[in-house]
């Protein structure tokens, strides 16, 4: 068999709608390159027609393969999925299944591969979303880079490629709470950022509710930052000496006017905010703990289905 030198894996879930229009450009994107390629399309649980879409191209151009598995897992393991079925020597291509992505940049990542460089995430320069999604996007990735342990690019998404080494390191990384653009991150070696438009999808609707896209949000932070139960420590140093001072106060008062007591309010306002304060930090902590639990379970990360990989003689190209 030819050897493969990168996979373009592509995480789906309900996209029927655009599959058409993606094979298409992805067969023209590999039909031009120098280099071979395979792509490999996963199938994140649809309950639309995508995975027999995908068995057939599978069974049709062989240089396409399919994962199939047992339900929806979310875009993070359905990407793991593909990475960890994934054949090119040199590395692996991740794009999304919508076309907001444009494969054609393949051949800018590739040759940046070749130069040496281990991974080249791609750096949205634009988006074409609403504009409170792109405010949040804006605030959530210079948040994070704020209080990450290291240094995770901002704007890039998944849309990148790696080198083997890279894609090795990251499926040995038993992490359950995948938050790729981290790990990927974590990995080092040379990575470089290369800046594009990101286009609309294609057709159909955002696979990712606001529930995934929050999860998404919490795995980039509380998987790579300290910072949050740092900060606990922190407020409870500056409750004390708050508290201190307030105190001291009073007896002053107390010595110099005889004006003591007074504050119910004050009273009152301390304990509603310090409940508050504690309930946060309780689940702050609880985040954490949430984290262990789910890796000590030590659960697979997915379950396949079925995998479709057509023997080179009996497809129709060759
Ligand atoms: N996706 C997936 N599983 C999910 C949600 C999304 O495999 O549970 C895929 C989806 O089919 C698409 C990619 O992940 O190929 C990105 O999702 P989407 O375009 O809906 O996200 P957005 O671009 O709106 O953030
Ligand atoms: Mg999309």
Not at 54 to 73: A, H, P, Q, W
Not at 89 to 114: A, N, R, W
Not at 160 to 168: E, F, K, P, T
Not at 306 to 318: R, V
């Amino acid at each position: 068999m030819k050897l493969i030198d990168i996979s373009i894996v592509v995480p789906l879930y309900n996209e029927e709608a655009v599959f058409d229009l993606l094979i298409q450009r992805l067969t023209q994107v590999i039909d031009a390159t120098d280099f071979s390629c395979e792509v490999v399309l996963v199938n994140d649980g649809s309950i639309d027609n995508t995975a027999i879409l995908i068995e057939n191209i599978c069974k049709k151009d062989t240089r396409f393969t399919g994962v199939l598995l047992s339900r929806n897992y979310g875009h993070q393991l359905a990407v793991s999925a593909g990475m960890a079925n994934s054949r090119g020597k040199k590395g692996v291509m991740i794009i999304d299944g919508d076309l907001q992505d444009p494969p054609e940049l393949i051949t800018e990542f590739y040759s940046l591969l070749m130069q040496g460089n281990d991974v080249i995430y791609a750096i949205r320069k634009n988006r074409k979303e609403g504009f409170f999604k792109k405010l949040a996007y804006k605030a959530y990735y210079r948040l994070q880079k704020k209080i990450s342990n290291f240094n995770i690019p901002i704007d890039s998404g998944d849309f990148s490629m790696l080198s083997r080494r890279v894609v090795d390191t990251m499926i040995n990384m038993p992490e359950q709470s995948r938050y790729l653009r981290g790990m990927r991150a974590w990995v080092g070696f040379k990575q470089i950022g290369f800046e594009y438009d990101r286009h609309e999808r294609h057709a159909g609707e955002t696979k990712y509710s606001w529930t995934k896209l929050f999860e998404l949000a919490f795995n980039g932070i509380f998987n790579f930052s300290d910072f949050p139960v740092k900060i606990i420590t922190r407020l409870g140093f500056f409750t004390i000496v708050f508290s201190l001072c307030y105190f001291l106060y009073n007896i002053y008062r107390k010595i110099f006017y005889n004006d003591v007591p007074q504050g119910f309010t004050a009273t009152i306002l301390a304990i509603i905010l310090f409940s508050g304060v504690q309930l946060i930090s309780l689940g702050l902590i609880g985040e954490y703990v949430l984290r262990i639990y789910n890796q000590v379970r030590n659960r697979p990360l997915f379950v396949i289905d079925k995998i479709i990989i057509e023997a080179e003689e009996t497809s129709e190209k060759n």
